[in-house]
């Protein structure tokens, strides 16, 4: 539905992307994982056409990227990023419907339906904010606001999720919760899902799909299972780590080997 | 139908005295007020608006009695209403005062107020800052040199003047605009220096100008460019009009997208604002008001940050509400402040700008500090 062909991005002379391809299906949830610098963001943000490719081409359910209209682009994909840095006050509620926007059509006078306000709701109560729709969002502590954020993704009821590092704002509980979501977003809704983390457990236990950066280049794709080996992770962070299966889930878990210093 | 199902529920609640279900009721009701006031909607923004409207057209009537000749409010209203063909009691220079004098002035003062507040708003929108100002801009500035240069080299003519103040405007804006803006939106620290450094540009070009005049022009224009809406005359009267109620419309119709781009331009991209465009539109909209505000009615300043600001305060932020709100705010506030301008030193007048900045100064030292 969402594929990246033979993608690369120059900023200037630096290359954050070199020559990468990718492609995620209905019901798939991929993380994409590398060290700072390794053009993760860059490559996520020209999934859904902020940023243009020097080389390659984007395509959405196999068509150009390019031959959608912005509006066209909003309904099928949302970004969730960090908390932003909001220069006016407005509600939570306010900012949730603003996922709405690339539905509003010509019968409501520019303002949201009752369908709006029902999706709105819907997604408040699944991110666990409905008590909080009249907050202000520069009220709510960072991992309210993060929620928020992912609330106003799920609002556009897109099939594609991009997720740039979502949980980093968030407390042990909240990250599992968040990523629970995504997941299950993804299996209910036949919706895919593309995750930018730090977070490689995290990306082991709910990640179908994993993609390994390093410098721009794509390392290895596949299975969790298969991708975070110690060889590879090693390879891609620089840092020795150990790999061994989570006692509960099974799932690959990574442990940092620091060299500690006496 | 909100009444019908809150007229069923009741129904329900009377006819049932079942205490579970008049608890789910009152709880149905919390949730619902929780919501009506967490946003704002087509319903509160008429009733806003049509309140403003009233407050409007009320203090234009009181404006208009006021002055060196001061008219009967019965008599006044008997000619408005006629349209000039019962006057009663008025004598025919007080009907001339009233029809050529006071009403194209009260329209030209409504129009310059509402014309700077609308476009205030949008400015505070786009570069998401709630300092940015036309006046302190210098787009205003920017106005009055293309209102200059129409009437010094292109010989004074209803059209000219506005059309090229309009470029005026629009050019100081785009300058503004790549000097202040950053990723996060304009600090308030760039936003003013680039219109410090707009303003002070185009004031050389204004002074430079100005040598080009003779002395008895001097000395209106230097009126002129604080502000005065005694020029007014009801031909001139209507490209304000008609330009006001178009700009106003424009940035009303692109008031949904212009909030998103408020909360950060990438965000509203992602969620399918075609973010180039809305902003040209913008700039176009609120430049068209500046430039023909400035024209007609000088660089009166300040209104583009107090009214927008008194609206969010006691209203809501968004946009919807906010820009048609604050021109019909901004229409009565120069009103206000033009009529204050007329009378407190008659038979003498005082620059309306200077009633403005009188009470726009010490609210933007407050904001400014307040962060």
């Given at each position: 539905?969402?594929e990246a062909k ?5 900023y ?7 020559d990468?391809s990718?492609r995620?299906?209905p019901?798939d949830?991929m993380a994409?994982?590398?060290?700072n610098?390794a053009?993760?963001?860059?490559l ?10 020097s080389?390659?081409?984007?395509l959405?359910?196999?068509?150009p990227l390019?031959s959608?209209?912005?509006?066209a ?20 509620l306010?900012y949730?419907l ?11 006078w520019?303002?949201?339906s ?9 997604v ?7 008590n909080?729709?009249?907050r202000?969002?520069?009220?709510l502590s960072?991992g309210?606001?993060q929620?928020?954020?992912l609330a106003?993704a ?11 590092e979502?949980?980093?704002n968030?407390d042990l509980?909240h990250?599992?919760?968040?990523l ?7 299996d ?11 977070d ?9 799909n994993v993609?390994?950066?390093?410098g ?7 299975k ?17 780590v150990?790999v ?7 799932a690959p878990?990574?442990?940092p080997?620091?060299?500690l210093?006496? | 139908m ?5 007229l069923?529920r009741?129904?329900r609640?009377?006819l049932?005295?079942d205490?579970?279900?008049?608890r789910?009721?009152t709880?149905?009701?919390n949730?619902?007020s929780l919501?009506r006031?967490a946003?704002?909607?087509l ?6 608006c ?10 234009s ?5 006021m002055?060196?000749?001061?008219l009967?409010?019965a008599d ?18 007080q ?5 050529d004098i006071?009403l ?8 310059v107020g509402?014309?700077l ?8 929108a786009l ?7 036309p006046y ?5 500035n920017g ?5 200059m ?20 405007a629009?050019?100081?804006t ?9 990723r ?15 303003t002070?540009?185009q004031?050389s070009a ?5 040598t080009?005049m003779?002395?008895?022009?001097i000395?209106s224009?230097t009126?002129?460019?604080?502000g ?5 005359t009801p ?12 700009g106003?419309v424009?940035?009303t ?5 212009l909030?998103l781009?408020m909360?950060g ?21 609120a ?6 505000s400035v024209?007609l009615?000088?660089?009166?300043g300040y209104?583009?940050?107090?009214v927008?600001?008194l609206?969010?305060?006691?209203t809501?932020?968004?946009?919807r509400?906010?820009i048609p709100?604050a021109a ?11 009529t204050?301008?007329r ?7 005082l620059?309306v700008?200077a ?9 933007f030292?407050?904001?400014l500090?307040?962060?």
């Open positions: 539905m969402l033979n993608v690369s991005i120059d200037g002379k630096r290359h954050a992307v070199v990468v990718l995620v299906s019901g949830l994409i994982v590398g060290a610098g053009g993760k963001s860059s996520l943000r020209a999934l859904n056409g902020t940023i243009r490719p080389v390659g081409e984007i959405l359910d196999d068509k390019n959608f209209s912005r509006r682009v909003g309904r099928r994909i949302a970004v969730v990023t960090q908390e932003a840095l909001l220069a006016f006050p407005v509600s939570v306010e949730v603003g996922g709405r926007y690339a539905w509003s059509g010509s019968g409501t520019g303002w949201e009752e369908r709006d306000l029902e999706i709105a709701a819907r408040l109560r699944q991110t666990e904010l409905e909080f729709s009249a202000l969002m520069n009220e960072g309210e606001r929620r928020a954020v106003r799920l609002a556009t009821e897109a099939g594609i999720l991009l997720l740039d979502p949980t980093a968030l509980a990250q599992a919760s968040m629970q979501l995504v997941r299950a977003h993804c209910e809704r036949a919706a895919a899902a593309v995750i930018v983390t730090h490689i457990n995290l990306a082991a236990e709910f990640a179908n993609v390994l950066l390093k721009g280049h794509l390392i290895a794709a596949g969790p299972r298969d991708v975070l080996t110690e060889e590879l992770l090693s390879e891609v962070l620089e840092i020795k150990l061994d299966a989570h006692p509960l889930s099974g878990r990574i442990t080997a620091h060299e210093r006496r | 909100a009444w019908s199902k809150s069923a009741f129904t609640k009377l049932s005295k205490n579970v279900n008049e789910t009721t709880i149905d009701r949730a619902a919501e006031n946003r704002a909607t319903r509160k923004t008429l009733i806003v049509g309140a403003l409207a009233v407050v409007l057209i009320l203090i009537i009181v404006a208009a009695t002055g060196s000749e001061r009967p409010v006044l209203l008997r000619a408005l209403f006629t349209g000039g063909t019962n006057t009663g009691a008025l004598t025919a220079t009907r001339a005062i009233l029809f006071r194209p002035r009260i329209l030209l003062a409504a129009t509402a014309s507040a609308a476009s205030g708003a949008s400015y505070q570069l998401r800052n709630a300092l940015a100002e302190l801009l210098g787009i205003s106005a009055a040199v293309g209102t240069v129409a009437l010094v080299f292109l010989g004074a003519n209803e059209w000219t003047r506005p059309l090229m103040a309009f470029g005026g629009l050019a100081a785009f300058v503004v605009y790549r000097l202040a803006r950053g996060a939106g304009a600090t308030p620290e760039k936003l003013i220096l680039a219109g410090v450094i707009v002070t540009f004031s204004i002074v430079f100008i100005t080009l003779d002395a008895t022009r000395r224009f009126f002129w460019l604080l005065d809406l005694s020029q007014a031909r001139s009267i209507w490209i304000a009009v008609v330009s006001t109620v178009v106003v424009a940035l119709l692109k008031a949904r997208p909030n781009m909360l331009e990438r965000d509203a991209f992602d969620l399918g604002v075609e973010v180039e465009r809305v902003r040209l539109q913008v700039f176009l909209a430049s068209l008001l500046v430039g023909v024209a009615g000088g660089s009166v209104v583009g940050l107090v927008p600001h609206v969010r305060m006691s809501s932020g968004d946009n509400l906010t709100a019909l705010a901004g229409a009565s506030f120069v009103i206000v402040a033009d204050l301008a009378t407190v030193i008659a038979p003498r007048e620059p700008g009633i403005t900045a009188l009470i726009g100064a010490p609210l030292i407050y904001l500090k307040r962060r």
